[in-house]
């Protein structure tokens, strides 16, 4: 281990293999204290509010958000010529309202929010058909209530966005690194956004006092909330109609291996707390996080899980991997990920803005730097030879404004170019 930490001050890219992963997931799940329950739970609940999600955002064409799942045969003949098994997208980066695997837990916690407020307070029942949420004394009492979070961007958007949008105050908490791009996005929509020059943590931190001991701010702790976690698991719960479609079927012997860009951890924990209920043994998941802020393999490696912070290891938590840039892994999740997680391996900035532009040379897929951090997956886990379902959870860029994107795909040419001289 002591290795590893060196190569980490000195940001090196490196590869960690888990050695206490659990090699029978199903019966570590089944001592949790939550688990496929939570999940069937946030499905339903999804689906009660469909039709409201549907009046609000109609290019949801149903009110369920969900995103493409495409083959990336292109981009294998580009970087893996020798790859065994095939190559597959998970595009969270389409997903519609916010743009990014965020409108996964982000928009489920406020819907989970909204729910047991009406309850309450008996505006609906269960049984009722939600669209009368939308009904103007409802959306008036949920007005007198506030949605808090802090963000480094995505986060911000889908509950700023979704919080807004059925009649909450919307706050958005953002750290120094968040792009402006997202804050005017946020602002445009009506959502209160409040500026600090510390990173996520210390947004964080601020977001969580401000609604210490109010009963109408609800903070969505993105560090510790279960309600966004489980959000984001209900994905292993839908994919199964587009690995049918595909015909993928996945072993122990051809598993499915993810690969899933990782800030505070909520979302690739979410991720793969679902696909380990729903594939058991017969999926591996791999977290990649940049070289500057790797909090989440620290935490996991020295065992002090959210009470980790890279700074203490010399490293600074600038990147332009805004998504990524978090100096302290969520508490909830770490030791999660310590027995779920299959292994992490770092990245710099560079190889991201390349990946990104070959993406969209070789698919014409748009993604911001953030979400390419699983396309050097297969060669980083060393799993580039296994024949196996391998899957790259691309997770934002939707959004992305035309003038910053051409940059970025100038910059990753420029990165490319030189990288084959």
Same mark, same amino acid.
């Given at each position: ?28 799940? +089944? @001592?949790?204290?939550?688990?496929m ?27 369920i ?19 065994k098994? #095939? ?9 519609e ?7 996964? %837990? ?44 802090? #963000? ?14 059925? *009649? ?21 929509? @009506? ?6 020059? *510390?990173d ?43 690995f049918?479609?595909? %015909? ?14 990782? *800030? ?9 707390f ?14 990649a ?11 996991v ?31 909830f999740? +770490?030791?999660? +990920? ?32 953030? +979400? ?50």
């Open positions: 281990m002591k290795d590893i930490i060196t190569r980490i001050k000195n940001m090196e890219t490196v590869f960690y293999k888990n050695e206490n992963v659990e090699k029978n997931p199903g019966e570590y799940l +089944a @001592g949790l204290d939550f688990g329950n939570e999940i069937m739970d946030a499905e339903k609940r999804m689906k009660r509010f469909a039709p409201v999600i549907d009046r609000l955002f109609p290019e949801t064409k149903g009110g958000i969900e995103s493409p799942f495409v083959s990336a045969e292109k981009l294998v003949n580009a970087l893996y010529p020798n790859m098994g #095939s190559l597959w997208l998970k595009l969270d980066s389409h997903l309202v916010a743009g990014s695997i965020k409108a996964r %837990g982000g928009i489920y916690e406020v819907l989970k929010v909204t729910e047991e407020i009406l309850l309450k307070e008996e505006l609906i029942d269960i049984n009722d058909d939600y669209i009368k949420i939308l009904e103007p004394k409802i959306r008036e009492a949920l007005s007198d209530y506030t949605i808090s979070v802090a #963000s480094t961007g995505n986060l911000g958007l889908s509950i700023g966005i979704i919080g807004a949008s059925l *009649g909450f105050k919307s706050r958005v908490h953002m750290s120094g690194d968040a792009k402006q791009w997202k804050k005017d996005r946020l602002l445009a929509r @009506g959502v209160e956004v409040i500026e600090h020059d *510390g996520f943590t210390y947004a964080a931190s601020m977001g969580r006092k401000e609604a210490e001991g109010k009963n109408k701010i609800h903070f969505v702790d993105d560090e510790r909330s279960c309600n966004l976690f489980m959000g984001y698991a209900v994905s292993a719960m839908r994919i199964g109609s587009q049918k479609k595909n %015909g993928i079927t996945p072993t122990k012997e051809k598993p499915l291996i993810l690969y899933l860009p990782c *800030g505070v951890g909520g979302a690739p924990g979410g991720i793969t679902g696909f380990k209920h729903f594939f058991n043994d017969a999926v591996e998941c791999y977290f996080e940049p070289v500057s802020s790797p909090s989440m393999l620290l935490g490696l020295t065992k002090k899980y959210g009470k980790t912070n890279v700074n203490e290891y010399g490293l600074d938590n600038i990147t332009e991997l805004d998504g990524l840039a978090v100096a302290s892994p969520s508490d999740v +770490a030791p999660l +990920a310590e027995k779920l997680c299959n292994g992490f391996y770092t990245i710099n900035d560079d190889d991201m803005f390349r990946h990104l532009y070959l993406l969209n040379k070789m698919e014409n897929i748009r993604i911001e730097p953030s +979400a390419a951090a699983g396309i050097p997956g297969p060669i980083a886990t060393e799993n580039l030879e296994r024949d196996a379902y391998h899957i790259v959870w691309t997770t934002g860029g939707l959004f992305v404004p035309d003038d910053i994107y051409d940059k970025m795909i100038l910059r990753g040419k420029i990165i490319d170019e030189n990288s084959r001289i």
